[in-house]
């Protein structure tokens, strides 16, 4: 049973984080485990809604949980992006939840370097910033929502990329304080809107923050 309020909404959902590789052994990547994005996708699935998942590496035990959803698995920036910029047409609400890299190493090497071959230092390239590049390639009806996974205060971060990166909504939360951020289950945050809404979530389990999104969301006309 339960509210039905996403029916008929097509949303697309990137998780977890991608890895950028230096050889076929090594890569620059962050702690990110997907879960927040994965209680986005069930609380949404249980509300009605159509869910396309998409996601970098993932534990075993939490992909089993994914039943329902329409899921697409990658490992690199370049390939989430491109996997978003296929599923945006049909899509109505887009959130990035994803720990994208920024950066990548500037060169791959086909084959494992040597330890003796490996550089003492890294030249970096950047990847694509994927949420604004759709912010740039979505129509006019299609609402898009960020994160700002941040360290110290979350406030005034967010709202920049609020604004810098054409976003509707930002989802600010602290990765810095006990209970909070990656890889665990529970979260706490602060919705920012482009209307100037600001809904502080308490600390709770991602499932609980994922329906307090969607209910701000939906209350705030998305
Ligand atoms: O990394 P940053 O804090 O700037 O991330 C803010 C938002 O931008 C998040 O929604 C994240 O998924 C997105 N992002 C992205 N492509 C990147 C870096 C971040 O879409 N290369």
Known sequence: GGRRDLVGKHLLISTGSTREFLDPVRFIGNPASGKMGMALAQAALHRGATVTLVHGPMEESLKARLGGI????????????RAMLTNLPQADW???????ADVKPATQAATKLAKADLPQSLPLAQVPDIVADLSQKRSPHQRLIGFAAQTGDIIPPALDKLQRKGLDAIV???IDVAGSGFGGDRNQAVLLTQAGDKLPIPPCTKLEMAHQIWDALLKAGF
């Open 70 to 81: 329409q899921t697409v698995s990658i490992t690199t920036a370049e390939e989430m992006h």
């Open 94 to 100: 887009i959130v990035m939840a994803a720990a994208v």
């Open 172 to 174: 600010a939360n602290p």
